[in-house]
Every structure is written in structure tokens, then in C-alpha cells.
């Protein structure tokens, strides 16, 4: 027969150009029809594909695999049973045979048996119709669907109501039906008959060993997918054009449901929930544009809870009496929580039904959830507030005129509808006008693309940005390039524009048309009487931040991927601007002047890792000076002509200095262009400045007295040992890298017993530990080099010789011995398994005494602990610590000194705290937040006998249940030794003391003064 090519679905054109032999073989059903197909031909071209179809009915009892040199055809019922396991070859098309009623074609997975259809993003496997697959159009309701029994039922469940010969079992929640990842099921859905549906995908009392990842539903006659009971977990979930509702769990599901994303054109409600229900949705998009009922989320019935986090309804169905979140009966408010959800969109019912008010209580109380979204265009003209309890999207320009005052509230989200030209989203603060975006620390104000927001795609050029236009400006300063309608004054050189703290700005920038383009934060003659401090700039499609003229100061400035330069000052621009730092990955310069500007720049780090042309800093035209103090330019771009400083025409000497700044980098040029000779001699003229950093081996032991001075790179190769009492320094600034290598070939510093380290930075200018990987340009990971570890004398007999490396043995002589100095070092990318038990971490202390100084450490991507201490009396203090692949900080051997001021960000690896051996140190101001572990808690008692003090700390505990709470114990703590005051509990799991001594550590901690739990 003839078929034409255009009519084939594209998911399946690959396939269909394959050629096909033969009629099978391996394993077979019962009974089991092969089937060869007409060749298929294209008349208009010499190409011929053949295809095989074979034919799967009835029951499959035996272990068998479908290939993906077939198409498989489903007819009638076909049941995987008896213990047997169905496999699916990655890129593998089964499809259902039109039917209805007994005839309807659909796959059941019995309990006991398994799936194994492991595809793949390149090569997914696909259920599909026979219809569709022939090239006749897609829709729903040309076959049944694929439904998998388990055993992990409870006594909601009913036998499988399509076919209640499957009933799942009720034995084992962690049963394992097998593998369904990247599968696509399509054009399905038939109804038996009235409420015996098949859904796309079926899930009755499937067990969390069950893996379900990235699987796409489409066009399915009834629900996309629908789950009873069980605790199967599901992520990368995307359904669409279902005829009912697209997720429906039923009957005590209990799973977790990570990223699913719903496109609700048709049918009912995006998420249906009815029995006992209170399942966890952890990121979630679901755009609602025509439902007939039920809302974006539907509490059917009594008893319903659930727990929704990082999510977007966007609800632009007519209005029809449901809301956004609709419910029948009374929810279970107790088990129903919301964090971080928006609700926006056209439709402004937000909840409605029966437990409207309960359920809009538990959103309220919850953390950063938005429920309304109100849009911003033309002209602000009066005083207005923008409040946080609202999603604000900017429309074409906002402009703010006639000394209207914007106020933004703490923790607002301001977003920019995406469009180009004269549909360009950005807003203009107009001179005499304000704006007051005061942001806190902990409540951020954030511009970003309506894009973004909706998608969770980043991307330059989104959308516009901010400009702010003042009375500070000058006679270069123009009229706004942009618009020329905004000029700024010449007024006043003290003039408050507003206030902007703590304020993010991100995905911005539009060229409206050639040299007229938006910034991420643009100011135009802006005075010094305005606030801007704590501003992060990322993704702008030109700079970060331009300034023409004016002379306000910037304080806190952080800025990343601009395609343009990141931080550019114009037409006399004379403010200061304090710590300042810029990683260059895109874009041009990292500060480009231009105009008789000789701004003041106080404090600045800027990293250019890839750079198109300009340098760090780039004196672009003539008479521009400029004043560096405190700072340093990495420069690790690939030779290009432009070196770190870069310069075009004259610039003017008398106006220039540097001062305490340090060139460094891969890249050798450090001063280029028309200035290079006179700019270099005003740097050598400055003092404190460093422009030559070479890399210099270390290896082996060090046995005399050595300093390590910033103006060179140190690189560790293998183990470098310092010994016999010498004293190893290192510089304010300098930077010592760890050689790649695993085994033997490990790098890694070790201080022996009766040798110091004196290793003090400062805040500006930290020493650092890194990876040579990660300094040469690499990405940022844990493992790339091993770390730093010190010995001391302050042992005592639980502690043991070294475990990575016997030949250091702590000596137990001194309590109060000082092993040196550690102050303000960075400690980063380390961590390396020697062998089993055998780690090196990111900072290692063996019996350290109290004489040693330890404080403002930062560690960051450890493959092991952050830091790890056995035995000694040193004190530690002002420690941040966080992306460890074991424990963040882990104590043993009875460790007794204190800890001031702990802050540990675990999202990866096990605890926070970790305490082994007769241990009872003290922790005095700590902040531990837990967002993702495998176990062990926020601090851990993990053996017998250990006691710890806690004072003046929080554990934030949002990890998912593990049993394993905020406070987990084995064996039996030492409660004589064991207390906490004014300590904190709280977080997303309710799991707050867990394990052996549970009782015993919630007694202490209930006994102590100003505990909440």
C-alpha cells in the first residue's frame, strides 16, 4: 500500500526509515501472531523502509524482552504475570490495536511482576496507537493504556476497577515493579464502561522501589495518569490534552512527585486528589486555559491533604466557579501545607468549594507563597506600593514621573512580560520620582522574565530592565539613550533617587535598536544621596550595570554572564563603588570606563574566565582615570591581545591609582593597548600591588621555615609534608592548588606534630585552597584534589594515627598546643577516598590544641566531610560549610573544644553535625539547614556515650522523610552531657528526634531554656 511520508508522526519517522527483516524470534508470548506489513513506498523518491509488526496478546508468563528492531502490537489484553519480567529496548515503539470493550488493547503489569522499560532522552520508548502509528491523526481513545499492579496497597485500595482479577497486595511499600523512564504513552483512553476508565498510565499500589522518570502523557481519553494507593515515587511528569483529569491520586498514595508539569486545555482538573490522600508535589507548573471543572488542583473528598512546594498555577480558564485550588467535603487541614506556590493567571478565583477557607488558611501560613498577579503598564503617577502577597509583571514601559514614589516591598517578585521593541517590559524611575525597593537579606526583591518564572529557563535578553534617572548629572551626560524623552538634571549632586537593597536582577537586557540597548540596572545621572547596596545583576543581554554621569555609590555588587561589558561608567561618573565582584564567563570587560570618569573602586574581585575582548578593567577612551584599591583581577581568558588591564587612547595619569590590587591569572598579559606602559607604571608606582603570579611546585616535605607569598600560584603535587618544627607561612591573598590525582598521586598538605601553619588572611584577601582544575578554568567539584590537614599534640588515647596516612601520629602531651594560625581561608573542590575508610577531607584537625587559631573558615565541595576533628581542645569560629558528599562537620574521639558561629547549607550528603567517640563539644551560634540528605539528620549522636552543648542555634530540616529526624541518634547518648539552650527546630519535616536515644535527647532538649521544637 502507499502511504505519504507527511502524515507520519515525527516521534516515529526514525523508525520508519529503518529497514526491517525477518519475523523475530527470542522469547514468545501465549499465544503470540507475527505479522509482516506491506512494504511502504514513496512514489516521488528511489527510498523504500519496511517495517515488522508482531503482534503481543494474552498472557506473558515468562521472562521477555521487546526489541527495538520491531514494532510490537498490542491486541486485546496483554497481562505480564507469574513473577515475569517484561523488557523494553530503549527506542522501541509498542502500539495498542483500535478496539473497544473485551477488544479494547491495553498492557497490564501483575503484581509480582515487573516492567523494565528503561528508554532513554535520545531513544525514548513509545506506546502509541496503531492508528496513529499508520499515519492516521492523533487523538485520544484509539487504544487502553498501560497499567502496573503492586504490592504496595493498603486497605483503601480495590482490585484494578477496569479488571478486577488484578488486585494489588498490601505487603511490602518499597516493592519494586521496575523501571519506566523516558516513556511517552499517546492517543490513549478508553472507557469499558461507566467508571472503568484505562488511563494513559495506571498505577495501582505501586512500591517506592519502582523507579518513574521523565514520561510524557498526551492525549489521553480520560486521565493522563492515575494512581491508587502505593508510595511510588514519579519525577519529570508532563501530561496534556487529557479528556478528565490529567493526575489523579486516589486511596492513601503516599509518593513523592517531583517536577511534574500539566498543560490543561482540555478536561477537568490538572491534579485530582480523593480517599485518605497526602502526597508530596515538590515542583510543579500547571497551566489551566480551558477546564470545563474542578481547577488547577481539585481536593475531592474528606479527608484529603497534600503538601505542595516550588510550584506555578497559572489559572486562565474562564470563570466557572472553581478556582485555582477547588475542594468537595472538608480537607485534612492538619496534613495540608503549601510552600513557595504562585497562584496567577486571568481567572481570579483563587479557592473555592467546600474547604475554601481552610485551604487558603493553610497557603497563607505557609512560606513564600504568591496568590494574586497584578500587571504594571504606562505611566505611575501617584504613589504606590508593589506588596509581596502579589506577582507584579511589567507591561511595555512602567515609567514612575511626577515625584511619585514606588515603594516595593521585602521579598517581592517582579517580572517582565517578554516581548522587543516597542513591546519592550522595563521600567523607568523618572528624576524627582523614587523608588524604595528596600529588600532584607532574607527577603530579596526580584526582577526576572515572566519567562523564567513560568519555565524555570534562564536566559539573557528576557526582558528590559531597570533605569533610574536623577538631578546628578553633568554637561556629558545625554539624554537617556533608550528613550530621550527620561533626561536627567544637572541640579544637585546629592540627589536621592531611592533606595535599592538586597535587590536581584535577572534575564534582563533588550537592544531596542543599534547603541540602544537596556542594562540589567541602568542610572543616569543619579546622586549620592541614593541608597544601592546588595545587587546582584545576572544574565543581561548587554552590561550588567551602566552608570553615565552622576555620583552615587554602589555598595555589595555582584554580577555574572552579561553579554556586554558587566560593569560599565560613563560621561564623568564620579561615585565609589565597594566590593565588587564580577565572574566574566560571556560578555566583554569586566569594567569598561569611558568619559572623563575617575571613579573610586574599593574592594573588588573580578574572575574573567572567558572574555571576547576589553580585559578586567578597560580605559577605553581618552582622559579617563580611575582609583583601585583592595582588589584583584584573575585573569584566565585565552590569549586574545587583551590583557587584564586594557586601554585605548591616553588615560589620564594624574587621575589614576592602584593600591593593595593583585593581578593573577592563566593568562601572562596583564597590561595591553595605548596606555599599557604609563598604567603599568602608575600600578608599580602604587603600593601593595601584585602583577606576576606564576605557578610554583610543592612537593615533599618541608623541613626548614617557608613562606608562601601571594605573588605566585602554589602547587601542591602528591603529598607535601611540613616537619621537624618548621613553620610553614602563607600570605594574605595567595592561592595554593592541588594537582589532579587519586592514590598515591593524591595531593594534599599535611602539618605534622611540633610544626605551625600560619595561614592568616583577611576578609579582603583570603587565602585560598583549591583544585588546579577549578583555578585553571575547570568547573567547580568536589574530589579534584585532596585537602589541608594539621596534627597537633593535644591527643588523647581514643585517638588513633591518621587514618589516610599512619606515618602522623598525634602527640598527647599539650592540651593548649598551638599548631599555628588558619584565618579567613577558603578551602574548596577537595576531598579524596584513598581507600574504604580511608578520606581525606576538606580540612582535617588530629588532636589540634587550643593555642591553634581557627577562624572564618569557608569550605565548599568536599567528596567527603567539610571538616572533620578527632580528639584536641582547639577552638573554632565563624565557620560556612556547605556541598559535602558525606558530613559537613563531623567530630570524633573525644573532641572538646567549641565551635562558634557553625553555618552548614547541606543540599548534599548526610548530617549536618556528626558526633563519634566520647565527645561532648560546644556549639555556640549555629545554623544548620537541611534540604536534602540521604540520612543522619541535622546533628547526629551516632555511638554510644557522646554528649554535645548547643547554644543559640537553628536547624532548618526541609529534607523529605527518611527516618531520620532533626536530632538522630544510634546507641546511647551520654544525657548527663547533653543539653541545649535556646535552640530551634523547624523546617518542612516534622521528624524532629529520631533513633536510639530519641527520648532521651527530646528530654534534654525539652529540659533546656528557650527551646522550640
Known amino acids: 500500500m502507499k502511504l505519504s511520508t507527511t502524515i507520519i508522526p515525527s516521534f516515529l519517522a526514525a523508525s520508519l526509515l529503518l529497514s526491517f527483516t525477518g519475523c523475530g524470534g527470542g522469547n514468545s508470548t501465549t499465544p503470540t501472531t507475527t505479522i509482516t506489513n506491506t512494504t511502504t513506498s514513496d512514489t516521488t523518491s528511489s527510498s523504500t523502509s519496511t517495517s515488522t509488526k508482531e503482534t503481543l496478546s494474552g498472557e506473558i508468563t515468562a521472562d521477555k524482552t521487546l526489541t527495538a528492531d520491531k514494532v510490537w502490537l498490542l491486541t486485546g489484553l496483554v497481562a505480564v504475570k507469574n513473577g515475569a519480567t517484561l523488557t523494553i529496548e530503549p527506542g522501541t515503539t509498542v502500539i495498542g490495536k483500535a478496539g473497544t470493550g473485551a477488544n479494547t488493547s491495553y498492557l497490564v503489569v501483575d503484581a509480582g511482576s515487573k516492567i523494565n522499560a528503561a528508554g532513554t532522552a535520545a531513544k525514548p520508548i513509545i506506546f502509541t496507537s496503531e492508528t496513529s502509528y499508520d499515519g492516521g491523526a492523533d487523538a485520544w481513545g484509539q487504544w487502553g493504556g498501560l497499567t502496573i499492579i503492586g504490592n504496595a496497597g493498603n486497605a483503601q485500595v480495590d482490585p484494578y476497577e477496569v479488571n478486577p482479577a488484578f488486585v494489588a497486595g498490601t505487603s511490602n511499600m518499597a516493592d519494586n515493579s521496575g523501571v519506566l523512564t523516558y516513556v511517552k504513552i499517546l492517543n490513549s483512553g478508553i472507557t469499558m464502561e461507566e467508571n472503568k476508565e484505562i488511563n494513559g498510565l495506571s498505577l495501582v499500589g505501586v512500591g517506592s522501589g519502582t523507579t518513574v522518570d521523565n514520561i510524557t502523557v498526551d492525549l489521553s481519553d480520560d486521565d493522563g495518569i492515575e494512581i491508587w494507593g502505593g508510595t511510588v515515587n514519579l519525577s519529570n511528569v508532563t501530561i496534556s490534552r487529557c479528556s478528565d483529569d490529567h493526575f489523579d491520586i486516589d486511596d492513601g498514595f503516599s509518593g513523592k512527585v517531583t517536577n511534574l508539569n500539566l498543560n490543561v486545555t482540555t478536561g477537568n482538573a490538572g491534579i485530582e486528589m480523593s480517599g485518605e490522600t497526602a502526597a508530596t508535589f515538590d515542583g510543579f507548573n500547571i497551566a489551566v486555559s480551558n477546564s470545563a471543572k474542578e481547577g488547577g488542583i481539585y481536593f475531592k473528598k474528606a479527608g484529603i491533604g497534600g503538601h505542595f512546594k516550588n510550584g506555578i498555577i497559572t489559572y486562565d480558564t474562564t470563570t466557572n466557579g472553581y478556582g485555582a485550588i477547588h475542594s468537595s467535603e472538608n480537607n485534612n487541614a492538619t496534613n495540608t501545607s503549601f510552600t513557595n506556590v504562585t497562584l496567577k493567571g486571568s481567572n481570579a478565583d483563587k479557592f473555592t468549594g467546600d474547604s475554601a477557607a481552610s485551604i487558603e488558611a493553610s497557603f497563607d501560613a505557609g512560606l513564600k507563597n504568591i496568590k494574586y498577579v497584578e500587571n504594571l503598564s504606562g505611566e505611575i503617577t501617584a504613589d504606590r506600593t ?84 536623577g538631578n546628578a548629572g553633568n554637561a556629558q551626560v545625554d539624554p537617556y539613550e533608550v528613550n530621550p524623552l527620561f533626561v536627567a538634571g544637572s541640579s544637585d549632586m546629592a540627589d536621592n533617587s531611592g533606595v535599592l537593597q538586597y535587590v536581584d536582577i535577572l534575564n534582563s537586557g533588550i537592544t531596542m535598536e543599534e547603541n540602544k540597548e537596556i542594562n540589567g540596572l541602568s542610572m543616569v545621572g543619579v546622586g549620592s544621596g541614593t541608597t544601592v547596596e546588595n545587587i546582584t545583576v545576572n544574565k543581561s543581554d548587554d552590561d550588567c550595570v551602566e552608570i553615565w554621569g552622576g555620583s552615587v555609590n554602589l555598595t555589595n555588587v555582584t554580577l555574572s554572564e552579561c553579554t556586554d561589558d558587566h560593569f560599565d561608567i560613563d560621561d564623568g561618573y564620579n561615585g565609589t563603588v565597594k566590593n565588587l565582584s564580577v565572574v566574566g564567563t560571556i560578555g566583554n570587560a569586566g569594567i569598561e570606563m569611558s568619559g572623563e570618569t575617575a571613579a573610586t573602586f574599593d574592594g573588588f574581585n573580578i574572575t574573567m574566565i572567558k572574555s571576547a575582548k576589553e580585559g578586567g578593567i578597560y580605559f577605553k577612551k581618552a582622559g579617563i582615570g580611575g582609583h583601585f584599591t583592595n582588589g584583584t583581577v584573575t585573569y584566565n581568558v585565552a590569549t586574545n591581545g587583551y590583557g587584564a588591564i586594557h586601554s585605548a587612547e591616553t588615560y589620564s595619569a594624574a587621575n589614576t591609582s592602584f593600591t593593595n590590587v593583585t593581578l593573577n591569572g592563566t593568562n601572562t598579559s596583564k597590561f595591553t593597548g595605548d596606555s599599557a606602559t604609563g598604567l603599568e607604571s602608575t600600578f608599580d608606582s602604587g603600593t601593595g600591588n601584585i602583577k606576576t603570579v606564576t605557578k610554583e611546585t610543592l612537593s615533599g616535605e618541608i623541613t626548614a621555615d617557608k613562606t608562601l607569598t601571594a605573588d605566585k600560584v602554589w602547587l601542591l603535587t602528591g603529598l607535601v609534608a611540613v616537619k621537624n618544627g618548621a613553620t610553614l607561612t602563607i600570605e594574605p591573598g595567595t592561592t595554593v592548588i592541588g594537582k589532579a590525582g587519586t592514590g598515591a598521586n593524591t595531593s594534599y598538605l599535611v602539618v605534622d606534630a611540633g610544626s605551625k601553619i600560619n595561614a592568616a588572611g583577611t576578609a579582603a584577601k583570603p587565602i585560598i585552597f583549591t583544585s588546579e582544575t577549578a583555578y585553571d578554568g575547570g568547573a567547580d567539584a568536589w574530589g579534584q584534589w585532596g585537602g589541608l590537614t594539621i596534627i597537633g599534640n593535644a591527643g588523647n588515647a581514643q585517638v588513633d594515627p591518621y587514618e589516610v596516612n599512619p606515618a602522623f601520629v598525634a602527640g598527647t602531651s599539650n592540651m593548649a598546643d598551638n599548631s599555628g594560625v588558619l584565618t579567613y581561608v577558603k578551602i574548596l573542590n577537595s576531598g579524596i577516598t584513598m581507600e574504604e575508610n580511608k578520606e581525606i577531607n576538606g580540612l582535617s584537625l588530629v ?137 530551634t527546630l523547624k523546617g518542612s519535616n516534622t521528624d524532629k528526634f529520631t533513633g536510639d536515644s530519641a527520648a532521651s535527647i527530646e528530654a534534654s532538649f525539652d529540659a533546656g531554656t528557650n527551646n522550640i521544637k
Open 847 to 983: 588532636g589540634v590544641g587550643s593555642g591553634t587559631t581557627v577562624d572564618n573558615i569557608t569550605v565548599d565541595l568536599s567528596d567527603d566531610d567539610g571538616i572533620e576533628i578527632w580528639g584536641g581542645t582547639v577552638n573554632l569560629s565563624n565557620v560556612t560549610i556547605s556541598r559535602c558528599s558525606d558530613d559537613h562537620f563531623d567530630i570524633d574521639d573525644g573532641f572538646s573544644g567549641k565551635v562558634t558561629n557553625l553555618n552548614l547549607n547541606v543540599t548534599t550528603g548526610n548530617a549536618g553535625i556528626e558526633m563519634s567517640g566520647e565527645t561532648a563539644a560546644t556549639f555556640d551560634g549555629f545554623n544548620i539547614a537541611v534540604s536534602n540528605s540521604a540520612k543522619e539528620g541535622g546533628i547526629y549522636f551516632k555511638k554510644a556515650g557522646i554528649g554535645g552543648h548547643f547554644k543559640n542555634g537553628i536547624i532548618t530540616y526541609d529534607t523529605t522523610t527518611n527516618g531520620y529526624g532533626a536530632i538522630h541518634s544510634s546507641e546511647n547518648n551520654n544525657a548527663t552531657n547533653t543539653s541545649f539552650t535556646n535552640v
Open 386 to 469: 508593589l506588596t509581596a502577597d502579589k506577582i507584579w509583571v511589567i507591561n511595555g514601559l512602567v515609567a514612575v514621573k511626577n515625584s511619585a514614589t514606588l515603594t516595593i516591598e521585602a521579598g517581592t517578585t517582579i517580572l517582565g512580560k517578554a516581548g522587543t521593541g516597542a513591546n519592550t517590559a522595563y521600567m523607568v524611575v523618572d528624576k524627582n520620582s523614587k523608588i524604595m525597593a528596600a529588600g532584607t537579606a532574607d527577603k530579596h526583591i526580584v526582577f526576572t522574565s515572566e519567562i523564567a518564572y513560568d519555565s524555570g529557563v534562564s536566559a539573557v535578553g528576557q526582558w528590559g530592565g531597570l533605569t533610574i534617572i
